[in-house]
């Protein structure tokens, strides 16, 4: 899981966005471009994309709760826990999250929800 710290930004409705690129064993590429709602502890993907620059819109396009999870998706808890939101639920500056996927202050295991 790679998040590219230049597409980090905070619009004006206070949603932090970022593009994600997961990789699997075999090679495969996705590329998400999603928001994180700190306040509301939700998350909703903008796009998908297949790695060689073709992009799509999901469905349904709506909100969903993160939660703690194993898996290629197990990104989004430790953003929203610890990266792009701070403690009391309000997104970090970009400078911010970009220092903490850099050098990160806890792990996966540490985390509670």
């Not at 994309?49 to 989004?76: I, N």
Request: one cysteine or more.
């Amino acid at each position: 899981m790679l998040i590219d710290p230049a597409s980090i930004q905070i619009g004006e409705d206070r949603v932090s966005r970022y593009t994600v690129v997961l990789t699997s064993r075999r090679g495969a590429r996705n590329v998400i471009f999603e928001g994180l709602h700190c306040n509301q502890v939700r998350y909703r993907v903008y796009a998908y994309g297949d790695g060689r620059g073709a992009f799509g819109k999901p469905q349904p396009e709506r909100w969903e709760a993160v939660k703690r999870q194993s898996g290629a998706y197990s990104y989004r808890y430790v953003l929203v826990r610890s990266i792009i939101c701070d403690q009391y639920n309000q997104p970090r500056r970009p400078d911010e999250a970009i220092s903490l996927l850099r050098y990160p202050k806890t792990s996966m295991d540490e985390l509670e929800y």
